[in-house]
C-alpha cells in the first residue's frame, strides 16, 4: 500500500516540536504517535527503528507520527526529562488527529523511558486507546538490588570457581552481602507496607511529587485500553520491570487494569532491540498487534 510521508510543525507551550507523519492511502488501524527515549535519541530512534517501523506500518494501513520533544533531535525549547513530557505528548496527538481527520484512535509506542512517560500519561489523552511499550524503564536501588541477587548472586554461588576464589581470599564478599542485605530489608519493608498501599483507590490526577514508578504504576491502574509489552531477554531493565511486578501485589492489580494485556518476548534481544533480526520482530509484532490486538503473536508469519 502506498503512503505518504509529510513533516509537520507542532505547537507546544510557545515551542516547535518537529515531526514526521507517514499517512496510508487507506486507513486499516488506529495510528501510532511513536515517541523516544528521553536520552540522545531523536525521531529516528535507535539504528532508524522509528524510520522503518513508521514506514512498514503505514505500508500496512497505520498512520504513523514520530516527533522529537522539546530540546531534542530539531526541536526547540528545553528537554524536561521522561518525567515531564505530557505537554508534548498532548500537542503531538492533537496535532496528528487535526491532520489526520479519519483517524479516530491512537496507540502510543516507546521503549526504555519513553515507556515509562507513556504510562504515566496515558490515560489523560481521551483518544489514546492502546499502548505498544519496550522494555519500561523501572529502575531504583530497590529493584537493581533484587535483580542482581536473583540473576547474577544466585548462579554464582551455584559456581564451582567462585567458592575456590573465597576460600582463597582472591573475592571480596562485601559489597555482595550488603547488595543481598539491602535486598532482604527492601522485601521485608514491602511486606510490612503491602496492607497499606493496596488500601483505597487511585486518585484521579497525577501526583508529580511521588516516584516515577509510582506514577506509572498509578497511570496503568487508569488506562483502559488495549497494551502490548515487549520484553528483551538481554535487558536488564526487562527483568527489573517483572520483578517490580512480580513482587508487588499493587503493581499486579494495576497491570489488570488494561481491557486486554498481550506479552511479546524476545530472548535473544537488548535493550533497545539494536540488531537487525530484533528490530524486524519488533515491527512484525506491532503489525499484528494493531490489526487484531487479542491475535496470537508470532514473529515468523509478517517478517519482510
Known sequence: MSA??????????????????????????????????????????????????ARQLAAAGTPVLRFDYRGLGDSEGTFRGFQDVEPDLRAAIDAFLSRVPQMKEVVLWGGCDAAAAIMINAWKYPAVTGLMVGNPWVHTEETGDAVTVKHHYAKRIRDKDFWLKLLRGQYNPFPALLTIGRALWARARKRLSAHKASAGGPAQRDERHLPFVTRMRLGMSRFGGDVLLLMSGRSLVSKEFDELVGSDASWQQAMAT???????????????????????????????????????????????
Open 4 to 53: 505518504t510521508e509529510t513533516p509537520i510543525v507542532i505547537e507546544c507551550d510557545g515551542a516547535e516540536l518537529i515531526g514526521m507523519m507517514h499517512v496510508p492511502a487507506e486507513i486499516k488501524t488506529r495510528g501510532v504517535v511513536a515517541i523516544v527515549a528521553g536520552g540522545p535519541q531523536y525521531r529516528g530512534g535507535v539504528g532508524r527503528l522509528q524510520v522503518q517501523l
Open 258 to 304: 488494561p481491557r486486554h494485556l498481550a506479552r511479546h518476548d524476545m530472548p535473544d534481544a537488548d535493550q533497545t532491540y539494536s540488531s537487525v533480526a530484533s528490530r524486524r520482530e519488533v515491527i512484525a509484532i506491532a503489525r499484528q498487534w494493531l490489526h487484531d490486538p487479542h491475535a496470537s503473536l508470532n514473529a515468523s508469519q509478517t517478517q519482510e
